[in-house]
């Protein structure tokens, strides 16, 4: 291939020094050239079609179904990786709908298992605080009555020392106890 680009090389230098030898002026308007010309002309415009129809022509095609194909083949993979994306898309959508209703159940489980529970305190608390209300109560009688007895017993002695300190003389016990317990029923009936 090289030899015959090089021999049509030399060819072609070989003419146009030939044609350079002209005497009257321009080659190209010289009849006698003509002819020559037309020959050159048309070898070399034939050997460019063929060049290009052989050679490049087949190249250029063949990249050119090189590359529809490729393309085809791209826009292909790209649609099944979209189908794939949206079948993705759909899956997590239908994941992120059930995590959403699992979470809804379990707060609402939650919520009533707490309002149970809370319920459950309650009433315990309740109860707890109506039996210590109860103890309390007791207590409170128990030591009402206790103290209303050492009410008693401080009220005779102290009415005793009292009385006799004022008279003078010892004062029968029994009598004065007799009194305060009457003073101290009246004061319970109006405290009652």
Known sequence: ?????????????????????????????NSEFWASQIFW??????????????????????????????VVDDINEAQKLKETAEKKLNEYNKI??????EAKKIIE??????????????????????????????????????SIENINKISIEISSQVIKQIIGMEVN?????????DILKKKNEIYQ
């Not at 030899?3 to 002026?25: C, E, M, P, Q, R």
């Not at 016990?173 to 317990?181: C, F, L, T, W």
């Open 96 to 101: 992120i709908e059930n995590s959403k209703k």
């Open 173 to 181: 016990k029994s009598n004065v106890s007799a009194i305060v317990e």
């Open 41 to 70: 002309l048309t070898l070399i415009f034939i050997t460019l079609y063929i060049i290009i129809w052989k050679i490049f022509l087949p190249k250029i095609t063949n990249s050119l179904e090189n590359r529809k194909s490729r």
């Open 109 to 146: 489980d939650s919520r009533k298992s707490l309002e149970n529970e809370i319920k459950n305190k309650k009433q315990k608390i309740t109860e707890e605080m109506e039996k210590e209300l109860i103890a309390v109560e007791k207590e409170i009688l128990n030591l009402k009555k206790s």
């Open 1 to 29: 291939m090289k030899n015959f680009w090089f021999t049509l090389l030399v060819t072609y230098f070989v003419i146009v020094n030939h044609s350079f030898g002209a005497d009257k002026g321009m080659p190209q308007l």
